[in-house]
């Protein structure tokens, strides 16, 4: 099998030297953090972007690589949109081949229960000028052809998109440097500096880095290194099981799910797959910690969590993993420099043989490679967008919820406007830091 493309063994690619002063310094480079840093350098700031292990290293590269507007919750619609304009202007601009194909995004609907809950979704479409539409189960069979299961219809966007996440991101971050962005792998950030009730720059296993604004874009790690600054957030993270077939016959060039296997062709030829409504979450303190505010999402998908026993050593919410530590001794972000959990082999086989079985004329699957991510999630579905309202000069953008390769350039685009005062030029309410901590009812988005 083909091992994962990026691994903590590569060869550093970004070998920046820390500076001693900066006007912004960003914590983590996956795609939150490589396009945030991207824009911020574009309006004329000194930026320096600091990731533990590689860029990518983590969910930016596990993902199943859709782009999609689809399904999103209402509030994020309008940053989807926008995001996949950007995806289209960065791929023009970074000069590499990302795989960014138009190929539509399909639910595929097996009963009738299914297509009213996509019907639903239709009017957030229609208020923005999405092209979602209700496909019949004839039209359905068009797009999608050899199927072995029939479906009832579907519900589809042509305009969404795909692209290579293991390739994007890091092509995105060679265009940063290129920019001059600071870009600086094997460099964790251990704790924030705050002097005298606000951000005075960061501590990084390589000494102090003196910056007014700091945006923190740590993924499944961002909870943990908040803590050190007395800053919580109720983020948990959840493991996600993808697997790469072979290359196939050209079954259908876009992304699709139905009730068993998501599905989205490669560059390659191949297929990556990953399993519909099911991950896995480890226990740690966190998890019990935190459990109340995830009720309500638990409630509208009560079977697609499986719980396993204990976090594995090193993860962020392992039961070993210290909670506190000083600044000045090795933190579990360099004993971890690129999370890369097993993937669980029987899940990667059962979506191999589901793909085999639904796609008869594909002939024999076999699959290349089979990983796993872990995958930072909020109670609501939704991320956090803002500036710390407790500390000034810090901002979040954190916890995308299996959604964020897609929309992350938007964000990235919001987060460096939050930072230098501009326009977000949405209704960010939703991704409100407070709403954890203001009374507010936790509404978990679309489980679509
Ligand atoms: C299996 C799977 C399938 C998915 N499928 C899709 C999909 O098809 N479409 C979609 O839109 N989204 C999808 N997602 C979600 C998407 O990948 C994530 O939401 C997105 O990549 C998150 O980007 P990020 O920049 O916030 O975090 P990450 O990509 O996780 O990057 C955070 C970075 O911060 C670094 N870091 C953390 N702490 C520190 C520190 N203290 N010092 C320095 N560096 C630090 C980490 O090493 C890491 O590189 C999927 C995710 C997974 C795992």
């Known amino acids: 099998m083909m091992p994962f493309p990026i691994a903590a063994t590569d060869a550093v690619a970004h070998a ?7 006007d912004v310094v ?6 939150l953090g490589v396009t945030a ?23 930016s590269s596990r993902n199943w690589g859709w782009i999609r507007q689809q399904g999103r919750d209402p509030a994020e619609l309008p940053v989807a949109i926008e995001a996949n304009a950007l995806w289209r202007q960065l ?5 590499e081949e990302i795989g960014l194909t138009t190929g539509g995004t399909t639910y595929i609907a097996r009963t009738e229960a299914e297509m009213k809950t996509y019907a639903d979704w239709l009017p957030h479409a229609a208020a923005h000028g999405v092209d979602t539409r209700l496909l019949t189960a004839e ?5 999608i052809p050899g199927m072995s299961r029939r479906p009832v219809g579907a519900l589809h966007t042509s305009s969404d998109m795909r692209a290579e996440p293991w390739v994007a991101v890091p092509a995105l971050a060679r265009m940063a440097a290129r920019e001059g962005v600071v870009i600086v792998e094997g460099c964790a950030v251990r704790g924030l500096d705050v002097q005298a009730g606000r951000v005075a720059g960061v501590v990084t296993e390589r000494g102090r880095l003196r910056a007014p604004e700091v945006v923190v874009t740590g993924g499944a790690w961002t909870a ?5 600054a007395g800053i919580h957030i109720p983020q948990l993270t959840v493991r996600g099981t993808v697997a790469a077939t072979e290359a196939v016959p050209d079954l ?5 799910i139905d009730e068993r296997i998501a599905f989205r062709r490669r560059q390659d030829g191949g297929y990556t797959l990953g399993p519909a409504g099911f991950h896995e979450v480890f226990l740690g303190r966190d998890v019990f910690r935190n459990l109340t505010r995830y009720l309500p999402a638990l409630r509208e998908d009560p079977t697609g969590t499986k719980i396993r026993l204990a976090s594995p050593k090193g993860y962020p919410d392992a039961w070993t993993t210290p909670r506190r530590f000083s600044a000045d001794e090795v933190s579990p972000f360099e004993k971890m420099r690129v999370l890369n959990p097993a993937p669980n082999r029987r899940i990667a086989e059962k979506m191999r043989s589901d793909f085999a079985a639904l796609f008869p004329g594909a002939g024999e ?4 490679a089979a990983w796993a991510g872990m995958i930072d999630v909020m109670p609501d579905v939704v991320p956090i967008v803002d500036r710390c309202p407790a500390l000034p000069g810090l901002t979040i953008g954190t916890g995308l919820s299996a959604h964020g390769f897609g929309i992350g350039p938007g964000f990235g685009r919001i987060l460096a406007d939050i930072v230098t005062g501009g326009a977000a030029g949405h209704d960010m309410s939703r991704f409100r830091f407070s709403r954890f901590s203001d009374g507010s009812r936790i509404r978990p988005g679309p489980a679509l």
């Open 91 to 95: 791929a023009r601009e970074c000069g």
């Open 365 to 368: 699957v076999r699959l290349k």
């Open 252 to 256: 259908h060039a876009g992304c699709a």
């Open 16 to 22: 920046g030297v820390q500076p001693e002063s900066c």
């Open 224 to 228: 943990l290194l908040l803590r050190q």
């Open 139 to 143: 039209a359905t069979d068009v797009l």
């Open 37 to 59: 840093a991207l824009f911020l350098r574009r309006r004329g700031l000194n930026v320096t972007l600091l990731e533990k292990g590689r860029v990518a290293g983590e969910q």
């Open 26 to 31: 960003i914590v983590g480079a996956g795609v």
